[in-house]
Nanobody
Framework: QVQLVESGGGLAQPGGSLRLSCVAS????????MAWYRQAPGNEREFVAR???????TYVDSVKGRFTISRDNAKNTVYLQMNSLKPEDTAVYYC?????????WGQGTQVTVSS
């Protein structure tokens, strides 16, 4: 059973940065597009960014130019570098496959942007 373990969240000030990590427990991570999703209180979970097996990336408009997704296949890990954070980025962030989330959801990592 693949497990997805997200980490790196926390409290950041507006304009600050955080780097999220997601480790898959098995190499079934390999050969799959991966993505970050987020869910703010009272909202549906939404797509944030995805990365193909060859490194191609796609972002939701609200994070373009601020967030960068990357992956390290040797470590079964996908990253999300978040810069110029805004209060509206506050959410629980999850990783999973793309374009369809295939694995059971992990516990996520809380990102709070507040002064």
């Amino acid at each position: 059973q693949v497990q997805l373990v997200e980490s790196g969240g926390g409290l950041a000030q507006p304009g600050g940065s955080l780097r999220l990590s997601c480790v898959a427990s098995r190499s079934s991570f390999m050969g799959r597009w991966m993505a970050w999703y987020r869910q703010a209180p009272g909202n549906e979970r939404e797509f944030v960014a995805r990365i193909t097996t060859s490194g191609g990336t796609t972002y939701v408009d609200s994070v373009k130019g601020r967030f960068t997704i990357s992956r390290d296949n040797a470590k079964n890990t996908v990253y999300l570098q978040m810069n110029s954070l805004k209060p509206e980025d506050t959410a629980v962030y999850y990783c999973n496959t793309a374009p369809v989330p295939f694995f059971p959801w992990g516990q996520g990592t809380q990102v709070t942007v507040s002064s």
